[in-house]
């Protein structure tokens, strides 16, 4: 029987999630052509709502089709009290209760916020955009979040990181139900990658917080200077004229974390400039990010962003290199 998807769309719906994802189930057949999902929009009340990119959608259904769906899928959105304060008010709230424990409840980007606010995400694994993570976990503390991955499947709810995730996880959700050849021809036809290596970790923004105010920002701008030679805690704390101790005190106070983490993050962040804009060969880009071989620099960025070098370049590397020589 042909799988029934309900795409519960909510006010400020994001118009990259609610056509994206869905498509790729849309497109998902089997070998004789016959779709293997059926999808059907719907809104509370069937009343038309807005859409985050400027636009009105006027779906075909109201919520009386979540009691018949075998997956209830939710794109992000950008507003509302659900993402603002974690509230998800009726009928939404007794729908997806009602669907949970029957129905497969699946969530895109922020939409991870109207499950939560639902309680069903409450002691199981969910992710959500990276960007809105501190505030999903200060409304929802129950939840075991983990902002560094594309997708989490937890059986019966699946959570998918931000906007593009939410293919990565349709097409597992395909994969899951009809194997990969399927997934694979979905893919191709969607044009899209069947699979991404790595996790949300390769996408977020950490800010560098380099304040000539602080004690220690004067010794990390130095440190940032000289990525590629060895630097050891005395060494930082004479250039910082402190003692040891007092500058480790100092320096997680000031970052949040240990010299030695700091830097390694710096190094990478490096390594990974060098790979997105460089041809330099994974030893030197090695070598100019201060790991001392190419076997270190790949521990360090496959615990980073879980991916090898190569990997990482053949996804990043822009299509003309922006240098291939000169200084580290």
Not at 31 to 36: F, M, V
Request: net charge positive; with cysteine; proline share 5%.
């Amino acid at each position: 029987m042909t799988h029934r998807v309900a795409v519960l769309a909510l006010d400020e719906v994001a118009g990259f999630d609610l056509g994206a994802g869905p498509e790729i189930l849309d497109t998902a057949k089997d070998a004789t052509g016959r779709p293997l999902y059926e999808l059907a929009v719907c809104t509370p009340g069937g009343a038309p709502v807005r859409v985050s990119s400027g636009y009105t959608l006027v779906p075909d259904h109201g919520l009386e089709v979540l009691r018949e769906a075998d997956t209830v899928l939710l794109p992000g959105i950008h507003g509302g009290a659900a993402l603002r304060s974690g509230i998800v008010t009726e009928p939404v709230l007794g729908a997806l209760r009602e669907a949970a424990g029957r129905a497969r409840l699946v969530s895109i980007c922020t939409a991870a916020f109207v499950l939560a606010g639902a309680g069903l995400l409450d002691g199981r694994p969910a992710t959500t955009h990276w960007r809105h993570a501190n505030r999903f976990r200060r409304l929802f503390p129950r939840v075991l979040l983990d902002p560094e991955v594309l997708f989490v499947d937890d059986g019966d709810i699946l959570t998918a990181a931000g906007v593009a995730a939410g293919i990565d996880l349709c097409l597992h959700l395909v994969r899951s139900d009809h194997g990969s050849e399927v997934a694979n021809t979905a893919a191709r036809r969607c044009v899209v990658a069947p699979w991404r290596e790595g996790g949300q970790a390769q996408f977020i923004e950490r800010p560098l917080p380099c304040g000539m105010d602080a004690s220690t920002g004067a010794t990390r701008v130095w440190m940032l200077e000289r990525l590629h030679e060895p630097l050891d805690l005395a060494t930082l704390a004479a250039h910082a004229r402190m003692s040891v101790r007092t500058f480790t005190r100092r320096f997680r106070e000031e970052t949040g974390l240990s010299p030695a983490r700091w830097l390694t993050q710096r190094r990478v962040d490096h390594a990974r400039k060098l790979l997105e804009t460089t041809a330099l060969p994974v030893d030197e880009v090695a070598r100019r990010s201060g790991f001392a071989t190419a076997v270190s620099l790949r521990q360090h960025l496959h615990a980073a962003v879980g991916v090898t070098p190569l990997a990482y370049r053949r996804t990043f590397r822009a299509s003309t290199p922006l240098a291939t020589a000169g200084t580290r």
